[in-house]
């Protein structure tokens, strides 16, 4: 069986959907395909390029693609990472898995710079757990025969 193809969807795949694919790659490895994109582009933010290198984690060379880059692609697994791209998710054939999580945009953090970073790590930090049982599942035997 080819590894799966997983896509993280974003409203501007600019930081939720780069660290949900950051972590995914990680920690899926060799077992699937893991991409990310948004139903707009905003650019690569660079404050979660600062929080993931705080975790060890490059995401510098990454680049804000849109979904419709990857239309040519057979998604096994759509992951939503905010309720915008939800609404305005494009239509996958029904084979797809879809999950969503709303996570909070650090983008739109307001106070002084250490309550923005402090925001983003928050956001870094419920991705990445989002990432590792979105693993535990995915690696389980039930999830291999689904």
Known sequence: MASPNILVLCTGNSCRSQLLHCYLQQMLGERAAVYSAGVEIHGLNPRAVRVMAEDGVDISH?????VDEYAHVPFDYVLTVCDHAQEV??????????????????????GSETDIMQAFREVRDQVKAYAQE??????SPAAATT
């Open 89 to 110: 998710c494009p239509v996958f054939p029904s084979a797809v898995h879809k999950l969503h999580h709303n996570f909070a945009d650090p983008a739109k953090a307001t």
């Open 134 to 139: 979105f693993t535990r599942q995915f690696a």
């Open 62 to 66: 990454h680049t804000s693609n849109h």
